[in-house]
């Protein structure tokens, strides 16, 4: 049962700024952390059905500002993929301890960039050319699945683009789309499992204005941060959000 009091709306407002900013300018990764913040003071389950909703609003509004400024084929591939995945969450929802999941993510989110800071400093010979298709299936599958447990998805998406080398607009871009999509896909099983509720959705209505305006900040942001600070700052929330996803699934 959710309480409308103060403790409730000094941790959702926060959180959900955090979201909305984080998707709309510098892709899913750190996103994920609303979920678990809102899990402090609500049922896991509650928590997750209450962002989803607020995580589509700011999919949509994010759209156009990146309108077909994204790589079509990557994120096709990602989408496709991500189909198993949310498929396998909705069977296993009820059976499945996300925390291994957590673990595995959390470890190769942050293995990936000691990887990368290795490269940049001539400790490891840089890869000479992306993952192939392959790796954007498995990359969507398992964005599919952690998505659909915990919206935690971030991670191997942004592993899989930051690879490829693309811009940060089009990195941008093609997360947007990406995570629209699999977001899109959550919304029937969600339902169908009884996730949301009327509390939740009471609260989305009330949460609605801040999501977009932290997606209005987070579109602001991007344009405004040069492109090596963006992929610092991207890499630095990808190790946030690993370290956070190992943290909680040991803890």
Do not use: C
């Not at 077909?68 to 969450?89: C, E, F, M």
């Not at 050319?129 to 954007?136: M, S």
């Not at 942004?158 to 693309?166: E, F, T, V």
């Amino acid at each position: 049962m959710i309480q409308f009091d103060l403790m409730f709306f000094a941790v959702a407002i926060p959180a959900v700024m955090f979201a909305g900013i984080s998707k709309a300018g510098f892709g899913s990764g750190a996103a994920f952390a609303a979920t678990p913040l809102l899990a402090l003071i609500l049922p896991p389950s509650a928590a997750v059905g209450l962002m989803l909703p607020l995580l589509m609003l700011v999919d949509l509004s994010t759209l156009r500002p990146y309108w077909k400024r994204w790589d079509g084929r990557a994120a096709l591939l990602l989408i496709l993929g991500a189909v198993p995945g949310v498929i396998l969450g909705a069977l296993l929802y009820r059976m499945t301890n996300p925390d291994v999941f957590r673990f595995l993510i959390g470890t190769v989110a942050v293995t990936f960039v000691l990887y990368q800071l290795a490269m940049k400093n001539g400790l490891l010979r840089p890869r000479s050319r992306p993952f192939p298709p392959a790796g954007a299936v498995v990359a969507g599958t398992t964005a599919g699945f952690t998505s659909f447990v915990s919206h935690a998805g971030g991670p191997p998406v942004a592993i899989y683009l930051l690879s490829s080398g693309m811009g940060k607009t089009t990195f941008q871009a093609t997360t947007v789309l990406t995570f629209w999509a699999i977001n899109l896909m959550k919304f029937v099983p969600y339902a169908g499992l009884g996730i949301f509720t009327p509390e939740t959705l009471k609260a989305d209505l009330m949460l609605a204005p801040v999501a977009l305006i932290g997606a209005y900040l987070g579109v602001r942001a991007h344009h405004l941060v040069p492109e090596r600070l963006f992929f610092t700052l991207t890499y630095a929330l990808l190790l946030a959000t690993g370290s956070k996803l190992i943290w909680d699934a040991l803890s």
